[in-house]
């Protein structure tokens, strides 16, 4: 096996860091050194997005806008489409220091329908404790996903 030591890679005519391919079945060294075989372009996160209270976007990757329908209801407006083929998924969590619920992160889209668009994702932020469970704008909302784009 060679070692390839580099301080810089470029593309034929490229500048550094410029359409570097990764091959979606490429070889790479795990956490215990042991070389694994494994999609890296379907292993990363394609979105994520923070947002606070008032749906003001505060840090973003390949999301353009929210639409606020009502309190906890939200549509995230995606910059780049995901496949025809809808395969991706999300994950999330809300914060709020002041109460005593469990809040979780839902996604949904068209209420009653079972099916997401590519181009965007409406989610239900909701909360439940002992008592009741309700929609809510909690202070902090944070979401990622991954799948294969468009």
């Known amino acids: ?14 500048t550094a860091g410029v359409d570097i391919r990764i091959k979606n079945n490429s070889v790479y060294e795990s956490d215990g050194g042991t070389s694994v075989t494994q999609n890296v372009v379907q292993s990363l996160v394609k979105a994520w997005l923070a947002h606070d209270a008032s749906q003001s976007i505060t840090d973003s990757l390949n999301v353009s806008s929210i639409t606020d329908h009502s309190t906890g209801i939200h549509t995230y407006n995606f910059t780049n489409n995901w496949r025809a083929s809808l395969s991706y998924t999300m994950g999330g969590s809300c914060t709020f220091s002041d109460d005593n619920t469990t809040p979780y992160v839902r996604s949904i889209e068209a209420y009653g329908s079972t099916h997401v668009l590519t181009g965007s994702l409406k989610v239900s932020i909701q909360y439940t404790n002992s008592s009741s469970q309700g929609f809510y704008d909690y202070l902090w909302v944070n979401s990622q996903y991954s799948g294969d784009l468009a």
Do not use: E
């Not at 060679?2 to 005519?13: E, N, P, Q, V, Y």
């Open 1 to 14: 096996m060679s070692t390839l030591l580099a301080d810089t890679i470029r593309k034929t005519g490229g």
